[in-house]
């Protein structure tokens, strides 16, 4: 792999980690105890930026498991640089979302392509963990790296 698509692999990686981080505020954005649907969970930049969105977490469902704890359903995390622009997106048709343990995981599919549209990857079965800053995706892996216009690594 060149050096390029290896940097631009990195950044990517780095965008979902930054992108299913633990919220700063408050759990009120988080699912109830209860069945909820359409919910959203955001996270602000720091002052001076702190009305602009970071982070958006938000699923057409939540289950509600024991341990904060949650299945989601139709999952889509976005990433947003501080003026505004879309920096990554994450969607997952069903995943478990432990907000304590700041970890995700799915046996299901997963889809992650850069705000540019030049970096996709999707697979199936994937295992987030911040506390380790990685993220696996286990089987039918498929990554797309377009540089430039003309140029296009599949890995």
Not at 49 to 56: A, C, F, H, K
Not at 93 to 100: H, I, L, M, Q, S
Request: hydrophobic share 40%; with cysteine; net charge neutral.
């Amino acid at each position: 792999m060149k050096s390029g698509a290896k940097t631009y692999l990195g950044v990517a990686v780095v965008f979902f980690l930054a992108m299913m981080a633990r919220p700063q505020e408050s759990l009120q954005n988080l699912p109830s105890s209860s069945y909820t649907t359409n919910f959203t969970n955001v996270k602000y930049f720091e002052p001076p930026n702190e009305q602009v969105v970071e982070v958006r977490l938000s699923g057409a469902e939540a289950l509600p498991l024991p341990g904060m704890r949650f299945v989601l359903k139709e999952m889509q995390v976005e990433k947003f640089s501080s003026d505004g622009k879309l920096q990554a997106l994450v969607r997952a048709p069903e995943c478990n979302y432990a907000y304590f343990d700041k970890m995700a995981d799915s046996a299901g599919h997963l889809e992650m392509q850069s705000g540019d549209g030049k970096f996709h990857v999707e697979g199936d079965g994937f295992l987030w963990q911040e506390k380790s800053r990685s993220l696996t995706i286990s089987n039918h892996v498929h990554t797309v790296i377009r540089i430039g216009i003309t140029n296009l690594f599949t890995l």
